[in-house]
């Protein structure tokens, strides 16, 4: 979830193709060390410095299905204490920056410009002095946690990827602590465990972790779910913007609705259907299939019904791949985004599909 950073060498398998045969291969790639110190440190001044004019490209894949197996890949770079410090600070505001990692990219400056909208100012995604100003704190936005014996319960098996292994399963939880606690500080598995080098994730350890803040409160009324900017708005009965968040919404074979259409409903922990016939067939399965709940489900830990059939906003297993892949036309969220604007809905508002 110093002063400087200490590189270590990560090693990590991969693939590649050699002679038409998959042939293993390591790879070393450095992998930064952080502090609590540094994050809480870091001047916000620098993150325009290094801040990106351009957008990643939207990756379309056919479908996204729970991760499997204990291995993570290695951060491909250093994360940048400043990103992580305005990240943690863009979440407290309202404004998701998705997971917190401490790389720049448009998911952050969809929140720069959606905080910017919030203080009415010209949301241009500029961090200029006034907004850096406004969101700037001297308070600690890195904190620590002890892990608790509770803390280990739930955590499962490691699941396949096959929907008719998972159907026999009991419970699609998490796979390992560290992902546990990684959601639940709403971060990047990875940076958390970069955070905390040496850390075994066992109970009685205490951990940095982010400071995030509380959970966005208030009655959103009506949303806006923006298919060009992806992202989904909420706001309030005065017509202003209360929560912002970085959002799949379908893709490019598998488009989202047009026009309006409202909450009928709202499931935390809910099961998953999968029927072939109706959305789209996961390799050799042909039945129709009832996937246990859980975080790691195609739909997270939130399900928000739509008055269109089949379509609803949801949580996600992969919460670093929001905003880079694409849906089956729904929208999708990272579990804790989700699961906060559940609180803040109910049946009969409207979404409004944009773009």
Same mark, same amino acid.
């Given at each position: 979830?110093?002063?400087?950073? =200490?590189?270590?060498?990560?090693?990590?398998?991969? =693939?590649?193709?050699?002679?038409?045969?998959?042939?293993?291969?390591?790879?070393?790639?450095?992998?930064?060390?952080?502090?609590?110190?540094?994050?809480?440190?870091?001047?916000?001044?620098?993150?325009?410095?290094?801040?990106? $004019?351009?957008?990643?490209?939207?990756?379309? /894949?056919?479908?996204?299905?729970?991760?499997?197996?204990?291995?993570?890949?290695?951060?491909?770079?250093?994360?940048?204490?400043?990103?992580?410090?305005?990240?943690?600070?863009?979440?407290?505001?309202?404004?998701?920056?998705?997971? +917190?990692?401490?790389?720049?990219?448009?998911?952050?400056?969809?929140?720069?410009?959606?905080?910017?909208?919030?203080?009415?100012?010209?949301?241009?995604?500029?961090?200029?002095?006034?907004?850096?100003?406004?969101?700037?704190?001297?308070?600690?936005? %890195?904190?620590?946690?002890? +892990?608790?014996?509770?803390?280990?319960?739930? %955590?499962?098996?490691?699941?396949?990827?096959?929907?008719?292994?998972?159907?026999?399963?009991?419970?699609?939880?998490?796979?390992?602590?560290?992902?546990?606690?990684?959601?639940?500080?709403?971060? #990047?598995?990875?940076?958390?465990?970069?955070?905390?080098?040496? $850390?075994?994730?066992?109970?009685?350890?205490?951990?940095?972790?982010?400071?995030?803040?509380?959970?966005?409160?208030?009655?959103?009324?009506?949303?806006?779910?923006?298919?060009? =900017?992806?992202?989904?708005?909420?706001?309030?009965? #005065?017509?202003?913007?209360?929560? $912002?968040?970085?959002?799949? %919404?379908?893709?490019?074979?598998?488009?989202?609705?047009?026009?309006?259409?409202?909450?009928?409903?709202?499931?935390?922990?809910?099961?998953?259907?999968?029927?072939?016939? %109706?959305?789209?067939?996961?390799?050799?399965?042909?039945? /129709?299939?009832?996937?246990?709940?859980?975080?790691?489900?195609?739909?997270?830990?939130?399900?928000?019904?739509?008055?269109?059939?089949?379509?609803?906003?949801?949580?996600?297993?992969?919460?670093?791949?929001?905003?880079? /892949?694409?849906?089956?036309?729904?929208?999708?969220?990272?579990?804790?985004?989700?699961?906060?604007? $559940?609180?803040?809905?109910?049946?009969? /508002?409207?979404?409004?599909?944009?773009?």
């Amino acid at each position: 979830m110093s002063t400087a950073f =200490n590189i270590m060498a990560a090693v990590f398998a991969s =693939n590649v193709l050699m002679g038409g045969q998959a042939v293993a291969q390591e790879t070393v790639i450095p992998q930064p060390e952080l502090s609590a110190e540094l994050i809480n440190g870091a001047p916000l001044s620098a993150v325009p410095e290094i801040y990106q $004019a351009t957008p990643a490209p939207l990756q379309v /894949v056919a479908e996204l299905e729970p991760a499997t197996g204990p291995a993570l890949s290695p951060l491909p770079k250093r994360p940048d204490p400043a990103v992580a410090r305005l990240q943690i600070l863009l979440d407290r505001a309202g404004t998701s920056p998705g997971v +917190i990692d401490g790389f720049d990219g448009d998911n952050v400056r969809k929140a720069v410009r959606a905080f910017e909208t919030m203080q009415g100012l010209p949301a241009d995604g500029a961090l200029d002095p006034d907004t850096l100003f406004r969101l700037d704190t001297s308070e600690a936005v %890195i904190g620590s946690y002890t +892990i608790a014996q509770d803390d280990l319960a739930g %955590i499962v098996a490691p699941l396949p990827r096959d929907y008719a292994e998972l159907a026999q399963r009991d419970s699609l939880g998490y796979e390992r602590l560290s992902e546990k606690l990684a959601e639940r500080f709403h971060m #990047d598995e990875q940076f958390l465990i970069a955070l905390n080098p040496g $850390a075994r994730f066992e109970a009685g350890e205490t951990l940095a972790v982010a400071a995030y803040g509380p959970d966005r409160t208030g009655e959103v009324i009506y949303l806006e779910a923006d298919k060009t =900017n992806r992202q989904l708005r909420g706001y309030g009965a #005065d017509g202003s913007l209360l929560v $912002a968040y970085p959002a799949t %919404i379908g893709s490019e074979d598998n488009p989202s609705p047009s026009g309006t259409h409202v909450i009928e409903a709202i499931a935390p922990e809910p099961t998953y259907t999968y029927n072939p016939a %109706i959305n789209f067939q996961q390799g050799e399965n042909t039945q /129709v299939l009832t996937l246990p709940p859980g975080p790691n489900g195609p739909v997270g830990s939130m399900w928000i019904d739509l008055s269109e059939p089949t379509y609803g906003i949801h949580g996600t297993p992969e919460p670093s791949l929001i905003d880079k /892949v694409g849906s089956h036309g729904c929208i999708r969220l990272t579990n804790w985004d989700a699961t906060e604007l $559940a609180q803040m809905v109910k049946s009969g /508002v409207g979404v409004a599909f944009l773009g």
